[in-house]
Nanobody
Framework: QVQLVESGGGLVQAGGSLRLSCTAS????????MSWFRQAPGKEREFVAG????????YYADSVKGRFTISRDNAKNTVYLQMNSLKPEDTAVYYC???????????????????WGQGTQVTVSS
């Protein structure tokens, strides 16, 4: 059974940093593109960042480009999201996502992903 477990969320002041982790079990995702999404209250879930498997190429939403960095440690089956210069508008539940089948494509819509973590809350105070 595949599971994605996020951790690292919390409360931080504007301008601060957090590092989220997503550890997968039940399958090796080293060759899969994986992504982070977020959902703020009353808003739809939106793509934040994605990373390819073998090449580790990355792609970011414009809203986080230059502030967030996605990375992975395939030996640990873990994907990270380093979030710097946080803003109150970054407040959301952050989800890790993986596709059902191996792919190098970084998909930016929810429909492209089959496995989701339970989410971790990030709250940025002004």
């Amino acid at each position: 059974q595949v599971q994605l477990v996020e951790s690292g969320g919390g409360l931080v002041q504007a301008g601060g940093s957090l590092r989220l982790s997503c550890t997968a079990s039940g399958r090796t995702f080293s060759s899969y593109a994986m992504s982070w999404f977020r959902q703020a209250p009353g808003k739809e879930r939106e793509f934040v960042a994605g990373i390819r498997g073998s090449t580790a190429n990355t792609y970011y939403a414009d809203s986080v480009k230059g502030r967030f960095t996605i990375s992975r440690d395939n030996a640990k089956n873990t994907v990270y999201l380093q979030m710097n210069s946080l803003k109150p508008e970054d407040t959301a539940v952050y989800y890790c996502a993986a596709p059902r089948f191996e792919t190098a494509l970084i998909l930016t819509t929810q429909k492209g992903y089959h496995y989701w973590g339970q989410g971790t809350q990030v709250t940025v105070s002004s």
